[in-house]
Every structure is written in structure tokens, then in C-alpha cells.
């Protein structure tokens, strides 16, 4: 062994400094304590956040203070207010309530539409008139240009009735008008007055 250290006692010298060198490295670094990253937290603020929480906790609490005068006589109107109107809510039920006991009155009999006399007429000329309305105005037996040119407001006022969203449609979009050129076969005076048919 000794002959061996003589022969590579260069390497061995080396080998002992690295091995000093990390050593003391270690020793250094691993000795230190880890750097503390900050995380804030509410006393960073600074005492006067905590003491003005304090002095708010510490406070006794508000004195109690009187209502006014007429405080109670206007909680004795509202309490009159709200027993009239749950009366009047009692009343309306027990009238519906009777309602629905009584049997059904008979529907008074519609006249039936008169049925149109010749062929149909194409009622989609009629400007505002669209498919779910002709299906509609069909169902209703109305086919002709002469039915339609013949409607009174009465008759306009009826038929809103069972338009639903398309109530008023009728009356805005002149179909009365409409259909009385188009019965003629006023085609000028229509596409003058409505537009290009």
C-alpha cells in the first residue's frame, strides 16, 4: 500500500483537496437556514386596521333610540291596509271557487261563415297574410277574396279574438283593402296602393 501511495501519491493529493473542497462546500451551504419567501398577511397593514377593529369591538353598543310619535299609528294603517286587502283576496277566491262549482253555461251557437261560393282565391297575395294565417282563415272558412273584402270591424274585432300573437295584424296590414281590389282584378290600382303583386 505504501508503495502504491509513492507510485500515484500525485492523484491521491488531488483526490483529498476535491473531496476537502466539496466537503467544505456542503458545510457552508447546508448550514445556512433557507431563504424566507414574504407572504403577506393582514398585519402587514400596519397597527391601525387592528386597532381601529379593536376600538369598534370595544365599543358599547348604540343606545336605544324611541320611534317617533306617529310611527305607531302608521303601523296601524298599514296593519288596516294589509286586512283589507287580504279580504278582497279571501273575496276573489270564494267567487272563483263558486265559479267553478256552477255547471258550464251553454257557448251561445257561432254562425257559421258562409261558405264561399266558387273557387278559392290565392289568399297568399294578400300582403301580412302568411302560412300559419291561411291555415287559419281556411279553418275558419274563409277561401275568398269577397269574404275577406266584406269584414266590419265587428267582424275584424272577432277575428283578433282567435289570431293570438297575430292580433292587429289584419287591421295594420289593410287586408279589408287588399282583398276588395284584389276581388275586382284591380291589379293596377293593388300594385299602386300595396306594391308589386
Given amino acids: 500500500m505504501v508503495q502504491m501511495i509513492e507510485a500515484n501519491w500525485l492523484i491521491f493529493i488531488a483526490a483529498l483537496l476535491i473531496g476537502i473542497v466539496v466537503a ?7 448550514a445556512k437556514p433557507h431563504k424566507r419567501q414574504h407572504r403577506p398577511d393582514v398585519l402587514d397593514e400596519g397597527t391601525g386596521p387592528a386597532k ?4 369598534l369591538i370595544d365599543t358599547p353598543p348604540a343606545a336605544h333610540i324611541d320611534p317617533p ?16 286587502a287580504q279580504e278582497e283576496v279571501d273575496a276573489a277566491q270564494e267567487r272563483k271557487e263558486e265559479e267553478q262549482q256552477r255547471p258550464p253555461a251553454e257557448p251561445a251557437p257561432q254562425p257559421a261563415p258562409a261558405p264561399a261560393a266558387g273557387e ?10 302568411g302560412p300559419k294565417m291561411l291555415t287559419l282563415l281556411h279553418s275558419l272558412g274563409i277561401t275568398r277574396f269577397e269574404q275577406i273584402a266584406g269584414w266590419t270591424d265587428a267582424d275584424l274585432d272577432e277575428l283578433d279574438t282567435k289570431l293570438g300573437s297575430f292580433a292587429g295584424r289584419p287591421r295594420r296590414d289593410n287586408w279589408v283593402e287588399q282583398a276588395r281590389l284584389l276581388a275586382d282584378g284591380n291589379t293596377a290600382g293593388y300594385e299602386e296602393k300595396f306594391g308589386k303583386l
Fill in 24 to 30: 467544505y462546500w456542503l458545510f457552508v451551504h447546508g
Fill in 52 to 55: 381601529r377593529n379593536q376600538s
Fill in 69 to 84: 310619535a306617529m310611527a305607531g299609528t302608521m303601523a296601524g294603517i298599514g296593519e288596516v291596509i294589509a286586512v283589507a
Fill in 120 to 129: 278559392p282565391d290565392d289568399l297568399r297575395k294578400i300582403k301580412g297574410l
